[in-house]
């Protein structure tokens, strides 16, 4: 099994807005850090498991992730070399600064169906 899912920046910054949006982080696989340069594999279906991890932002409060959860999955297709992971970022009623959070990786699966 050979796992090359391209690490992203680990941490993710936004100022609030007086509106709830969307921040698509978008992940890569088999791609070497400079998004082109292809590293091993993609010929195979591929799942990961990803963790939202609060900075100064508060899971819930402040932002959460797809379906309003704060882990999942994201399954990469045969040949698929990026995914989005679109997390809802969302406004409160206090007056804050930039806030930030991270994203993990949790655990990775390929399959050779």
Do not use: H, W
């Not at 007086?18 to 088999?30: E, F, Q």
């Not at 999942?72 to 040949?79: E, K, N, P, R, Y």
């Amino acid at each position: 099994m050979y796992k090359n899912i391209c690490p992203f920046k680990p941490e993710y910054r936004f100022d609030e807005d007086p509106i709830t949006r969307i921040m698509n982080i978008t992940v890569l696989r088999g791609l070497a850090s400079d998004g082109t340069t292809p590293v091993g594999s993609v010929n195979s279906i591929a799942t990961i498991g990803y963790l939202l991890l609060p900075g100064t932002a508060q899971i819930g409060q402040d932002f959460r992730g797809p379906g309003g959860l704060s882990s999942g999955q994201l399954t990469f297709g045969t040949g698929q070399r990026s995914i989005s992971l679109n997390v809802q970022v969302m406004d409160d009623a206090e007056p804050e600064m930039e806030e930030s959070f991270q994203v993990s990786f949790k655990y990775v699966v390929e399959s050779f169906f």
